[in-house]
């Protein structure tokens, strides 16, 4: 099996070292080539096609397979992943420089070399005795990888031809290199660059939009004007990075200011600030999201903030002009991105007519220096711009959320219908069936979590059990059900739709704790005294019977209620009793009590457009519900980490930084009231004491304003951590043990407990701090990216609410004072809107702005934070890309600027031409 | 920069070999004519040396001598160059130390000293060469040694490391393969009988992934031993050839 060995010698950076690696080659790596009898390798997986019937190409008609190189498959990764191309053949040494230079792709490549129906083929050629090359004195890496990749180009032809005499089968050599092209060709090895190729597949026209546009060198050199400087190359970058001259952090471009961004600097705590850029030169193309690189410049040159909200209309002078040239050529175009942190992309398409007032995905090719905008490619139709479905299809892509439905082999893992609890399901398990056990849950909710009860023991104290749906019974480690909700993650609530973690036969009814069946859960359960001290904690798997599903105000009725006095009502009342003395020594160690506008739709039944807005209402039942899931939590959490110190899933709340707090301070001293910041407690204190009499509504908005500075709370595992308080719930820890239906992070939660009372067997990965900490990471990422879904959900709904309604005039408050606009808060609707005071065809009004008190002054009207406004609502869908809800003031009435309630003449929304606020510094 | 990928989609490891695929293995015996026994061995590139003297009266404080059976005194050093970076490493410091009882442990299971009260067996080893695996080197080569001084013993002893990436057991661990920190097991297998002389493992690993590699691990010791047998094996014709038979 071991042919021969050679030595790799190779340094490495810090002092020269010798190091001498064995390296085997082979002869028994198959080309992959089903039907292939000269290497009579059995080949594992997907492999070649013994015919390939490719779409017919005009450069090469007779069968072929394709082999491309690093630079395609970095490239052009979107043509591959086209169901047209098929049988194509990886080099290893393509595959591993894809590998080092670009994670995603990779993963993206071996996606693809997984699917049966593409027909990928890795050939492991770095292995092969007769493919293997060695560096010769005086070559590059590069050039040896070229020359490998072209040594195995042609040794799989003559290997083909050897197959059979009249073997037509071929491999073509995609390369967009032109000097490798030409020397494949002087060996007699087919080779095209990628467009060549694509350009030839006259049954797939479509793929050439999908080619990636490089800059090619010589049209760089021909259009002038440079706009951008130079990157670094990255080993001055690292250089500067280690000496500090440079520093490095994630780039944030600004959402209301296209021309500033912050750059989040990576390090510890104490480093830990925010740098601000602005101007495009200094943005230097860079994009939301981007590891950059930055240099502080001299003290004397800082800014701040310049509070002005500032869109990209893009138009400048010199671009009009190129855009006119461009009209020319007709194939190339301006996209828009639905986000606006990300810039304006350059797609060359023939299909622009059908294009047009679609959502399409796009992915960015390149930035040369001498454009305004990036260089992308088309790569997928979504559907019709303000179409529900597709604008759900959008933010659901925009904030990464897995909606596909449950693949077979997910589903696979359910247990068979019809399903009923066996004696194998009762081992380690309690039968709690008598207890009166009853769910109390937001009306409609069909995946219900939890389940409380409550009864008086024998020696007058109270037995409370919080039940919790045992997911973790039906989900198992490791099996594809598992992986795809530990993928998901959480599941994501949109208004008219519920993208959930688990297939529905478990959300909505096996896991379901439904009323008036047998229903497997894993149960905590108290002995209290009546002063709500825990005498004693149990945690047991169990079966349950609950006995009723009551909705939050049903509940609520039943405990008000003079003359029911029945067993559920008996303990709802218990339960209503201790949670109240729970919330009260809860708030007395500091937990904040935040409050956030939440809207419910009333969605018409047909069409699912939304009739109506409700605020979320809060009633005692919400907050007992809510009481005990806490306790249950922090009692799991405190179990599991005594058992675990060192691989417990926890979640913590880290306490916000002081300066975090600045603007909830500023704008209550506007008020005359003073917030105290240095701990929870005084927080919580002093926003319970702000009160205004003549301002019932001031409170809400403190709290909101308070919610703004937190923190987000995140998940952690136990081992890589050391700090686990948690700030809002001022608890010292604390998990998430009570929706595992809807979070992933419970489920773990409750394997970690199962194992801890020894009513489950633990598994490889339950006890891998590394591998908690990656879950742990992709649960924080997934959460708060189903949040940014939600809101983007309801920012939608809210639009077509206002469309159908018309324009509206509602009482607003302040939120926040920008030099240029005010944010305000409509408590009626829980939306949040800015009104601009500079438009581009009036003329300006004289604007003071005043940073100290937060304050604007307009002529002669100042406005504060908190201050009441009334506004004028509207849908302003003068711009396809992006409807937005407008507003405008109504009062109080500043000449030239406010409007009248019902005056609309001078707002020509729906009129071809395209009105926006255009602003200068 | 990605990390160092130990195991392709393919199943090939960095340096080409499939998971369960020794690296290869030459041998020689007597190499020295004025010990007892010597042996070379070169597993990939980990090359070992062993030295063997005895049985002797016991050297040194007679206090040490067993009543029933041999002492058997091992000890290990690794020669400066054997490593990429050159390292003074003095007699005596805790990883050979270590070493040295983790070889005597593993050849008192071995030799039958109970044939030999109130002696001593001295086995030397030096590894010239670190590329992963020393301990099973040093006993392959210890084992021919012994075998060389004609000292008689149970059974071979053959020893393999193994490791245990993505799902997959990994035999005989290359210095790139340890260096990348997962779990790695040594096995000292007295193969005819199939029973451990010692089995070590640093690291942690879940007991459900034991059996696996410990199989993986075995499996490679019994290579090891078809192999060692066919040097020994060579080793005796060729002598008996010299002595003119």
Not at chain 1, 45 to 61: H, K
Not at chain 1, 556 to 567: T, V
Request: hydrophobic letters at 35%; proline letters at 4%.
């Amino acid at each position: 099996m071991l042919k021969s060995k050679t030595f790799l010698k190779k340094t490495r950076a810090g002092g020269v070292m010798k190091i001498v690696r064995e390296h085997y080659l082979r002869d028994d790596i198959g080309c992959g080539a089903a039907g292939c009898t000269a290497c009579c390798g059995a080949h594992e997986g997907p492999a070649l096609e013994p015919q390939p019937q490719d779409p017919a190409s005009s450069l090469c008609p007779q069968p072929h397979y394709l082999l491309p190189d690093t630079n395609v498959l970095l490239h052009q990764i979107d043509v591959l992943e086209d169901p047209a191309i098929r049988n194509v053949i990886v080099l290893q040494t393509v595959l591993q420089e894809v590998r080092n230079r670009s994670a995603p792709v990779y993963k993206r490549i071996r996606d693809v070399a997984n699917n049966q129906e593409k027909h990928f083929y890795t050939f492991t050629n770095e292995h092969h005795r007769e493919t293997y090359v060695e560096q010769e004195q005086g070559e590059n890496a590069n050039d040896r990888n070229d020359r490998a990749i072209r040594v195995a180009a042609k040794w799989y032809n003559e290997h083909l031809k050897k197959m059979s005499a009249d073997n037509q089968l071929q491999v073509i050599f995609i390369t967009n290199d032109r000097k490798n092209k030409e020397k494949a060709v002087e060996e007699g090895i087919p080779a095209f660059t990628c467009e060549e190729y694509v350009k030839s597949l006259t049954a797939n026209p479509e793929l050439i939009d999908r080619l990636a546009c490089l800059s090619e060198e010589g049209n760089e050199i021909e259009s002038g004007k440079i706009i951008f400087s130079e990157h670094l190359p990255l080993s001055k970058l690292q250089q500067g990075i280690k000496s500090g001259t440079y520093l490095q952090g994630t780039f944030r471009a600004s959402r209301e200011n296209y021309l500033e961004a912050t750059v989040w600097i990576h390090g510890d705590s104490e480093e830990n600030k925010e740098i601000i850029l602005q101007g495009l030169k200094h943005l230097n193309r860079a994009i939301h999201e981007d590891i950059v690189a930055v240099e502080l410049l001299p003290k004397s040159q800082w800014v701040a903030p310049s509070s002005v909200v500032l869109h990209d209309e893009g138009q400048n002078e010199d671009d009009v002009e190129k855009e006119e040239e461009r009209e020319q050529m007709s194939r190339r175009h301006l996209f828009t991105p639905a986000d606006k942190r990300i810039p304006r992309i350059r797609i060359e398409t023939r299909q622009a007519s059908t294009l047009e007032g679609r959502r399409i995905i796009v992915a960015i090719d390149g930035w040369p220096r001498n454009s305004r905008y990036p260089n992308g490619h088309f790569v997928k139709n979504l559907g019709d711009v303000g179409e529900k479905e597709t604008e759900t299809e959008v933010l659901l892509l925009e904030h990464d959320v897995p909606h596909q439905p449950f693949s077979q082999a997910v589903l696979s893992f359910l247990p068979k219908m019809p399903w009923g609890i066996t004696e194998k399901d009762m081992k380690n398990r309690e039968d709690l069936r008598h207890l009166c056990i009853c769910s109390v849950d937001p009306p409609g909710c069909t995946d219900i979590d939890d389940a409380l009860h409550c009864r008086e023991l024998e020696n007058g104290n109270l037995e409370v059990g919080v039940h919790i749906a045992d997911v973790s019974h039906f989900i198992r480690p490791g099996n594809a059900l598992d992986q795809e909700s530990a993928r998901r993650g959480t599941t994501v609530y949109l208004c008219e739709k519920r993208i959930d973690m688990v297939p529905e036969l478990l959300s909505s009814n096996l896991c379901s704790l439904k009323c008036d069946v047998d229903r497997l859960a894993f149960s905590c359960i108290w002995e209290m005294n009546h002063s709500a001290e825990i005498l004693k904690t149990k945690f047991t798997k169990s079966v349950i019977n609950s006995k009723a599903s009551l909705t939050y105000a049903e509940a609520q009725l039943r405990i008000d209620s003079a003359n029911m006095r029945d067993d559920i009502t008996t303990s709802l009342r218990g339960l209503n009793k201790l949670a109240k003395i729970l919330k009260k020594k809860r708030i007395e160690k500091g937990a904040l009590t935040l409050s956030s506008p939440e809207v419910r739709f009333h969605m018409d039944s047909e069409t699912h457009d939304p009739i109506d807005l409700q605020t979320k209402e809060l009633r005692e039942t919400n907050s007992m519900v809510e009481e005990f899931m806490l306790l249950a939590n922090i009692s799991v959490a405190k179990k599991i980490h005594e058992e675990f110190s060192e691989h417990a899933l926890l979640r913590k709340h880290p306490a916000p930084p002081p300066s975090n707090y600045e603007i909830l301070v500023k704008a209550a001293r506007s008020r005359n009231l003073e917030i105290k910041t240095d701990t929870a407690k005084s927080l919580a204190e002093s926003l319970d004491q702000a009160e205004s009499p003549t301002f019932p509504y001031l409170n809400t908005l403190l709290r909101i304003l308070a919610t703004r500075c937190m923190m987000q709370a995140v998940y952690f595992c136990s081992g890589m951590d050391n700090d686990f308080h948690h700030y809002g719930l001022a608890s010292p820890i604390y998990t998430h043990f009570t929706s595992p239906i809807r979070r992933y992070a419970d489920v773990i939660v409750h394997r970690l407990l199962a194992v801890a009372i020894g009513a489950d067997c633990t598994y490889p990965e339950l006890t891998d701090k590394h591998k908690l900490a990656d879950i742990c990471k992709n649960l924080n990422y997934r959460h708060k990216m189903a949040q940014y879904a939600q809101r983007a959900s309801v920012a939608f709904h809210t639009q077509l609410f206002f469309k159908s309604k018309g324009r509206v005039s509602e009482e607003a408050y302040i939120l926040f004072v920008r030099k240029n606009a005010i944010v305000v808060l409509i408590p009626k609707y829980g939306l949040e809107g800015t009104v601009f005071f500079e438009e581009k065809d009036k003329p300006n009004p004289r604007l003071i702005y005043d940073d100290e008190i937060p304050s604007l002054k307009i002529e002669d009207t100042v406005f504060h934070v908190f201050d009441k406004v009334k506004v004028k609502i509207m849908l302003d869908s003068s711009n396809l890309q992006h409807q937005k809800i407008r507003m405008s003031l109504v009062e109080p009435q500043i000449p030239g600027i406010s409007i009248s309630p019902d005056d609309i003449s001078n707002m020509n929304l729906n009129g071809p031409e395209k009105k926006k606020m255009k602003l200068e510094k | 920069m990605a990390g160092l990928e130990l195991l392709s989609d393919q199943g090939y490891r960095v340096d080409g070999r499939r998971a369960g695929e020794l690296r290869k293995i030459q041998a020689r015996m007597g190499v020295f004519a004025q010990a007892d026994g010597s042996a070379y061995i070169e597993q990939g590139n980990t090359k070992a040396l062993a030295v063997v003297y005895g049985p002797h009266e016991i050297r040194g404080s007679r206090a040490r001598a067993l009543p029933d059976r041999a002492l058997v005194n091992c000890q290990y050093s690794s020669a400066t160059f054997s490593t990429g970076e050159r390292k003074r490493r003095p007699h005596g410091d805790r990883k050979s130390c270590e070493m040295g009882l983790q070889l005597r442990q593993t050849f008192e299971a071995a030799i039958l000293t109970q044939l030999h009260p109130r002696s001593q067996i001295d086995i030397y080893v030096q590894v010239l060469q670190a590329d992963g695996g020393t301990y099973a080197a040093c006993v392959n080569a210890a084992t021919l040694a012994v075998l060389d001084a004609g000292i008689p013993m149970r059974d071979f002893v053959c020893a393999c490391s193994a490791g245990f990436v993505d799902g997959t057991a990994l035999a005989d661990l290359s210095h790139v393969e340890e260096a990348a920190g997962g779990p790695q097991l040594a096995l000292a297998l007295l193969p005819a009988s199939g029973q451990i002389a010692l089995l070590e493992m640093d690291a942690r690993l879940h007991e459900d992934h034991l059996e696996q590699v410990l199989e993986a691990a075995a499996q490679a010791a019994q290579d090891v031993h078809i192999l060692l047998d066919r040097v020994v094996r060579q080793h005796v014709r060729e002598a008996s050839i010299l002595l003119g038979d």
